[in-house]
């Protein structure tokens, strides 16, 4: 049975899980706690390995009941490929998670399918969400596995194929004139309006756990060690602060020791979080006037940017951002090696050999690439 409760990520108040949104108090994000002490970590190991079929076989550490059934399709279980590219990291063990493989092609299927899951179960019965292209199209895609109608928000310069794309799985649209959080303040004007649930990133607490689970398959592919390092392409950052809390989970189970150091990685015309983190803050104020082609990297101000800077330095990782041009070449060459790479995966690439030559990456060390999304999302 799955038991967990949930607190706030900020100032540690307890909240009553249905239909959770943000914390009442502070406003921050909630954070779902298991109860680990009862769970056996071994025993718990030899299950996952004898399920399959969707990220769902982690369902301990998910937040399902055992009567509980998710809302999926099929998402999860993507490879975790080692690659060989020529230039300033090619000394490091590169591995690629290759989220272009999801059912809607990109790594939002598996936050949006907990999402959808909790939030169905809990009565759920409209969904909003503001999207610069995969998380509408994931969202869409759920909610309409679950019979749900969904409203999107999305900026008025999104490529028509993109909102096509979340049309095809039955979203409407309105298109704002602005950037993601504009289209925030949008959805969550609706959601008042309407009583629709909103399921924008870190104003629910389930995207974070769907997420964790790239984190699960990556430690459980590497035969139970964890990588170095991860470099992670930087939003809204619910996948980087998933990892961090899946590394604790798993320590805490007696399933790996040691841990990974966490990268953030950012867009030079947007880059709140290398920022905050070169100037040592807590926090990471709005960057005024982002500009990047990297749609998922144009978020001016992430909602968890405590927890992100938080799991930068408990980790000793870091921050570091790269231009528009160094990503597109970072995705051709991670396309050389056989990756359907979108913009953002070209990103982490050129970031990892910007660590290299910094001297925080370390030759011979195991180094993993998130790609996102497959290349033809975009």
């Known amino acids: 049975m799955s038991t967990w409760r949930l607190e706030c990520?900020?100032?540690?108040?307890?909240?009553?899980?249905?239909?959770?949104?943000?914390?009442?108090?502070?406003?921050?994000?909630?954070?779902?706690?298991?109860?680990?002490?009862?769970?056996?970590?071994?025993?718990?190991?030899?299950?996952?390995?004898?399920?399959?079929?969707?990220?769902?076989?982690?369902?301990?550490?998910?937040?399902?009941?055992?009567?509980?059934?998710?809302?999926?399709?099929?998402?999860?279980?993507?490879?975790?490929?080692?690659?060989?590219?020529?230039?300033?990291?090619?000394?490091?063990?590169?591995?690629?998670?290759?989220?272009?493989?999801?059912?809607?092609?990109?790594?939002?299927?598996?936050?949006l399918s907990a999402a959808v899951t909790r939030a169905t179960l809990d009565g759920a019965r409209e969904f909003v969400i503001p999207s610069a292209g995969n998380a509408g199209a994931a969202l869409a895609a759920y909610a309409s596995r679950a019979g749900i109608p969904t409203q999107l928000f999305i900026p008025e310069d999104t490529p028509e194929g993109v909102a096509r794309r979340c049309e095809h799985y039955g979203a409407r649209i309105e298109r704002v004139d602005g950037l993601i959080d504009e289209c925030g303040r949008r959805s969550a004007e609706y959601a008042e309006r309407t009583g629709a649930f909103n399921v924008s990133t870190l104003k629910e607490p389930y995207r974070i756990e769907g997420k964790k689970t790239m984190m699960l398959e990556i430690v459980e592919a590497l035969g139970w060690e964890p990588p170095d390092a991860i470099v992670y392409p930087t939003g809204g950052g619910t996948g980087l602060i998933g990892s961090w809390k899946t590394l604790d989970e798993l320590r805490e189970l007696g399933l790996i020791s040691g841990g990974t150091r966490l990268y953030s990685v950012q867009a030079d015309g947007c880059a709140p979080i290398v920022r905050a983190w070169s100037d040592g803050s807590a926090d990471a104020p709005k960057w005024e006037d982002a500009s990047t082609e990297a749609w998922g990297l144009r978020v001016p101000g992430a909602l968890g940017d405590f927890l992100i800077l938080r799991a930068?330095?408990?980790?000793?990782?870091?921050?570091?951002?790269?231009?528009?041009?160094?990503?597109?070449?970072?995705?051709?060459?991670?396309?050389?090696?056989?990756?359907?790479?979108?913009?953002?995966?070209?990103?982490?690439?050129?970031?990892?050999?910007?660590?290299?030559?910094?001297?925080?990456?370390?030759?011979?060390?195991?180094?993993?690439?998130?790609?996102?999304?497959?290349?033809?999302?975009?």
């Open 9 to 111: 990520g900020a100032c540690g108040e307890e909240v009553s899980r249905r239909g959770a949104t943000v914390c009442p108090s502070c406003r921050k994000p909630l954070l779902a706690r298991y109860d680990l002490g009862s769970l056996d970590g071994p025993a718990l190991r030899e299950a996952w390995a004898t399920r399959r079929g969707s990220m769902w076989r982690f369902r301990e550490l998910m937040p399902v009941e055992d009567d509980e059934a998710p809302v999926t399709l099929g998402e999860g279980e993507t490879p975790l490929l080692e690659v060989s590219v020529p230039g300033d990291a090619a000394d490091l063990r590169l591995f690629v998670k290759d989220e272009g493989q999801n059912p809607t092609g990109s790594f939002k299927d598996r936050g």
């Open 312 to 378: 930068l330095r408990e980790t000793e990782g870091g921050a570091v951002s790269v231009s528009d041009e160094a990503m597109r070449d970072g995705a051709r060459r991670l396309g050389a090696a056989g990756i359907g790479a979108c913009i953002e995966g070209g990103a982490t690439l050129a970031a990892a050999e910007a660590l290299r030559r910094s001297g925080d990456l370390a030759a011979g060390e195991r180094v993993v690439l998130f790609n996102t999304a497959h290349v033809l999302t975009y």
